[in-house]
């Protein structure tokens, strides 16, 4: 009898733990949370992007591509930056080290968010934005059917994408404490003038 309650103690202990290790509430909350925003997000671009000039499409989906780059950049130097020059920061007072160090004591989480979540709304951002662009040329300059233009547009989107974050790959490592401190530096003044504190809701 002794042993059943020592086995079912145990193991309620061992399911406490790996929830907590692998910060499943974290997992559960950032899914629902954005096959919603997903899917306000497609349909919000979708109808905005239909009414805007070609021009201004192209501008757009220039500065999605490099959101998701960026994104990705500041989610990889999270991982790879160490908290250790932060501590040193926050004790001589910097502004920003603290918010570095809650960062960082997240990084899973972040790294998440910035990679995987922002990075497949920027990629539907872009599929949206591109197909804006085909639809919106009422006239083509050359001979080519449409089709065949949004496979080439769809192309060197994801041409540009990953060969931006592969570039971005390579700044995120050798500059890791750099982007990060400047990316706590931005979240503590948004802090501090919005009264929004995006990390604290993040946190385990």
């Not at 918010?99 to 989480?109: D, E, R, T, V, W």
Request: aromatic share 10%; proline share 1%; hydrophobic share 50%.
């Amino acid at each position: 009898m002794c042993r059943d309650n020592k086995n079912t103690k145990t193991s309620s202990i061992g399911l406490s733990n790996l929830w907590e290790k692998y910060n499943f509430k974290w997992v559960i909350t950032i899914t629902v949370w954005t096959f919603f925003l997903a899917i306000g997000i497609s349909i919000s671009s979708e109808f905005i992007l239909n009414n805007t000039q070609v021009f201004l499409a192209i501008i757009t989906l220039v500065i999605i591509i490099l959101i998701g780059v960026l994104a990705d950049i500041i989610g990889i130097a999270v991982t790879f930056a160490s908290e250790k020059p932060f501590h040193a920061m926050a004790a001589d007072r910097v502004e920003g080290a603290k918010y570095a160090i809650k960062l960082l004591k997240n990084a899973g989480p972040v790294s998440n968010f910035c990679n995987d979540v922002i990075g497949d709304i920027c990629g539907i951002l872009s599929g949206v934005a591109g197909a804006s662009i085909i639809v919106n040329l009422r006239t083509l300059p050359f001979s080519v059917s449409r089709s065949l233009l949004t496979i080439i547009l769809s192309g060197l989107v994801a041409a540009f994408t990953v060969g931006g974050k592969a570039i971005g790959k390579g700044i995120a490592i050798s500059n890791a404490h750099t982007i990060v401190f400047n990316t706590a530096r931005f979240l503590n003044f948004i802090y501090r003038k919005t009264g929004i504190e995006i990390i604290s809701s993040i946190r385990r």
